[in-house]
């Protein structure tokens, strides 16, 4: 096995996938006699910097501040205000080292034997993530770091859901680094990579579409990676676009259940959609696409298992909506249906629509 493939086994297992949880915190509480403490959890990903301000609103409350990972080990606390001025309470620039689920422990000196009493708000947020090679990005963050002849391969990870819309970046800043990006999945299967922008020696890779839950590792590296002579720092941008990718192309379609509505939308960036449902031979399917916003003027097309196109309809719902009515499916298989509208791709109106599939 390489030690490329060790290290990104390694990377994967570090930045394990949590479960939907609170990521951030912004409460109220109280502690008195009967709750001498409160916990709250939320989740960390690698390399996080977050913040934890308690800010006392009411009574005579001597509050302590502590951070515990999974395991219960003390990660952070905090008693008095230095100084001694006042009684609110900040840990500051905390780095989580390990993607887990943290908690945060709000008490009063003394615990249950304490005295003091009062009302407090608490806030909980991510100011940063680390550059450091194994960090867990989200969407949004753009970070620092070094390519050299000692480290020419960083990774990073994130996690993507299926449908996602990704871009990442990799801009030179010293030296005379020519960039090079991968993104993988979590068994190391390469889904995208590049080495030079256009008209650059950049590296980035644009609007690429996730197609399962997961997560991916960004290596940011140089031509050439190892074996490679240039060295430089770089500035790495990871985003997401708002619009979900999911249905945007033929191979990559959007489950639909007959007898159950679907919402979609068709836009500048995606003027049509692709839907998927499985028939028999011999059923009798109505297909209808209606417009919820906008000037949408709707149109909808019915592809066969090979791919050819077998029915389509632009008003026959009336007005601007659309309507294939009872038509019968020639052979069992997975039917695809076109959400689009009036003129396809030379169309120019957008909104929001409703597609329903019905089965007979």
């Given amino acids: 096995m390489t030690m490329r493939r060790v290290l990104f086994i390694v990377l994967i297992l570090l930045a394990y996938q949590l479960t939907e949880a609170q990521a951030f915190i912004n409460v109220t509480g109280r502690l008195d006699n009967g709750t001498p403490r409160l916990v709250y959890p939320f989740d960390g990903l690698r390399g996080d910097v977050i913040s934890v301000r308690l800010t006392v609103t009411s009574g005579n409350l001597d509050p302590i501040l502590t951070i ?23 840990l500051d620039s905390i780095r989580i080292s390990a993607s887990s689920r943290y908690s945060v422990i709000v008490s009063r000196f003394g615990d249950s034997l304490g005295t003091t009493s009062g009302e407090f708000t608490l806030t909980v947020e991510r100011i940063g993530v680390s550059s450091a090679a194994g960090s867990a990005l989200r969407y949004g963050d753009s970070i620092y770091n070094e390519v050299t002849n000692a480290d020419p391969i960083v990774y990073y990870s994130f996690r993507g859901r299926a449908g996602d819309v990704v871009s990442v970046q990799m801009r030179r800043a010293t030296g005379d680094l020519d960039s090079a990006l991968q993104i993988l999945n979590s068994r190391g299967e390469v889904l ?15 609007g690429l579409i ?121 052979g069992d298989g997975t039917y695809l249906v076109i959400a689009t509208r009036f003129q396809r791709q030379g169309g120019t109106t957008t909104g929001d629509f409703t597609l329903e599939v019905t089965l007979r």
């Fill in 68 to 90: 515990l990972d999974s395991n219960g080990t003390v990660i952070a606390t905090r008693d008095d205000v230095p100084g001694g001025g006042g009684r609110d309470l900040i």
């Fill in 192 to 206: 995208a990579e590049n080495d030079d922008s256009p008209g650059s020696v950049d590296a980035s890779i644009t």
């Fill in 210 to 330: 996730l197609r399962a839950d997961d997560i991916y590792v960004i290596v940011a590296t140089r031509y050439g990676q190892a074996s490679g002579t240039s060295r430089g720092a770089f500035v790495l941008t990871l985003d997401a676009e708002s619009e979900s990718g999911l249905g945007s192309r033929i191979d990559f379609p959007i489950p639909i259940t007959p007898g159950t509505p679907a919402t979609g939308t068709i836009s500048r960036q995606y003027y049509q959609r692709f839907y998927a449902f499985s028939g028999r031979a011999g059923q009798s399917v109505s297909i209808r696409m209606s417009r919820a916003s906008d000037d949408l003027d709707t149109f909808i097309a019915l592809i066969t298992p090979d791919g050819r196109e077998l029915v389509s309809d632009d008003d026959s719902g009336g007005g601007q909506n659309s309507l294939i009515d009872n038509f019968t499916l020639p």
